[in-house]
Structure formats: C-alpha cells, structure tokens
C-alpha cells in the first residue's frame, strides 16, 4: 500500500489506514507517526489542522460592483452610458450604472499610458519624436510634435494628462515601448495584471478604434491604481502647464495649454457641488465616445473617491451629469 501526503483529508484516510493495518497485523510495513506538536507531519499537526494557511483575496483592497446600484439616491445620470461612484478608503459603492458595458474610452485611455510610464518609464528620459506623431484624424487634439522633436518624460506625461495631445501619446509609446505596437502589448498585459479584464486596447491615445474598448468598472481599476503616484496626482491637479521643448535643430518651441478638465477652470462656469473638492481627472471626447470624464474627488474631512461618467451626449450635460453624482458624496 502506498500512502499519498495530500493535505488534511486524504492524509487522516492514510493515518486511520496505517494505523488499522498495524493494529490488524495486515502487511509487514511499520507506520510510525508519534505526538510531535513541532513536526509538520504528525499525527497531531495533521488532525488539528496546524500551519494552514490562508488565500488572501484578488480583491481585498477593490471595490466590487456586480450591478447597477442605485437605490437612496437621487443623482439624474439618464444622460450618461455609464456611471460610477465609490469611495476609496472604505470600498463603498454609492452609485453604479452600466459599469461592466464595454464602450469607447476616448482619452481616458492615456490613465493607462500615464500608468505603465508610471511603473516602467523614467520621468527623466529624453524622447525622440518618429513619424508615428503624424496625426492626420480630422479633431484630434495636437501639441503640434514634428519627427525629430525632443522633450522629457516628464514634459511630456503632462502634455498627455492635462492637454490629452494625441501625439504625445504616441511619443511616449514609441519611445518606452519600442514600438507603438510593443507599448499597447504593455497597456494590455497592465490592465489584465490589475484585473481590468473587460478592456482592450488598440493604442495610446484613445482615437476610435474597434478593437479598442474599456468599462467603467475597468476604468476605476486604473484609476485607483495610478493614484497611488505622488506625480499623478500631482498632473491631474494642474490648471495648465507652460514649458519649452526642442526641434530636430536644437530651436525652442513653446507649449502653453490650459486644462481640459472643466471644474479646474477658471471662469469655465462648471463647479463641484458644495463640500466636494475636485481634485483632477481626465477627460475624453471622441464622436463615437461621446464626452467621458473621470475625477478624484474630497470630501469635507478629505476622504477620497472616483467618479466616472461615460457616454454623454454634450459637455453641458457632462459637468451637470458630474456635479449631480457628486452630491452623493455629501448625502
């Protein structure tokens, strides 16, 4: 007979059989398993179950949504595709809409690009721009990069973040991922490792492609992650941002852009709700997205949370939609 060590029941079956063979006389195999309260394999260890261990849960630290979550609240979000709204410290889900329908992201796809510069890149590498900043698509928003432009990181993950220029996007790719192509293989294998597993992307920036694709949920996974960057946080709280990079020939070139996200500007005419600090975000537009935006938020006492709305038909109706899912915060 042959006894295999499997952990707890499949090892009390070898026990209580060694154990009757011995005390039947049945086979001439000796089974010595004496009190040991130190050793891993005695009979003591195995039948009170000592040294177990246990699984520590994929989402231990996540909010998660199984479906929409609307009851106690009043927030009117017919406007949007999708919404959500939790609170990060405590997990809370407070209010859910869509958040597992897979839409277009537009620009807030570059909360990805920003995270994998942010876990692989360094903010201090010098880029070179190649051809693929050649933006011809009809509305797409430019710093205006021409092959052989130069700049840093840095200056560039906040051209990315606070203007969301497209071709900034594909700096940053061809330069940390070698390639266009091998920087969304990095964006892909970076949402699935954070378990944003209804996502798929097709590039950096976020321009409408079919095979380019996210959730709300999924969006919050990235979100979540990319606040946990000293820099993030500090880009996406940025009204604008003025700096010099290079051409091909060594001339200055100058960018001065103001934020896109509208409860940071100025006179823009959109606010939080009171008690509700706005901290940053990212937006995104694009024909077949619609307007999207998604915030980190305080409230009073400075506890944080994200906001996200997908989908809208108008700016409008964006920032009114926004604003009534943040007064959740304060109810």
Do not use: W
């Amino acid at each position: 007979m042959k006894c295999t060590n499997r952990r707890y029941g499949t090892g009390i079956a070898c026990l209580l059989t060694a154990m009757a063979l011995t005390l039947s006389g049945c086979g001439n195999a000796a089974f010595d398993m004496a009190y040991s309260a130190g050793s891993n394999i005695s009979s003591f260890n195995v039948i009170s179950g000592q040294d177990t261990g246990t699984a520590v849960p994929f989402s231990r630290n996540l909010c998660v949504v199984t479906g929409d979550v609307t009851e106690g609240t009043d927030a009117d979000m017919s406007k949007t595709s999708a919404a959500l709204l939790l609170s990060v410290n405590d997990n809370q889900v407070i209010y859910a809409k869509n958040v597992h329908q897979t839409l277009n992201p537009a620009s807030l796809t570059k909360v990805m690009t920003a995270l994998v510069v942010l876990r692989y890149g360094n903010l201090d590498q010098r880029l070179t721009a190649g051809n693929s900043v050649n933006i011809t698509e009809a509305g797409a928003v430019l710093c205006g990069l021409k092959s052989g432009d130069t700049m840093t990181m840095d200056q560039a993950l906040r051209i990315l973040l606070i203007y969301s220029a497209n071709d900034a996007a594909m700096l940053i790719a061809e330069n940390v991922g070698g390639s266009v192509d091998h920087f969304v293989e990095m964006m892909n294998e970076e949402a699935a490792r954070i378990g944003a597993t209804n996502t798929h992307f097709a590039n950096p920036h976020g321009l409408t492609d079919p095979n380019h694709y996210t959730t709300a949920y999924d969006l919050y996974l990235m979100f979540n992650e990319a606040i946990k960057y000293e820099t993030f946080n500090e880009i996406i709280h940025m009204t604008g941002y003025q700096t010099v990079y290079y051409d091909k020939n060594g001339q200055e070139k100058q960018f001065d852009r103001a934020t896109t996200n509208q409860f940071l500007k100025t006179g823009s005419g959109y606010s939080a709700p009171s008690g509700v600090t706005v901290i940053g975000g990212k937006t995104g537009t694009t024909k077949a997205a619609g307007h999207c935006l998604m915030l980190l938020a305080r409230d009073v006492n400075g506890a944080p949370y994200i906001a996200v709305a997908m989908g809208v038909p108008s700016t409008q109706e964006l920032y009114v939609s926004m604003a009534d899912l943040l007064e959740e915060i304060q109810k």
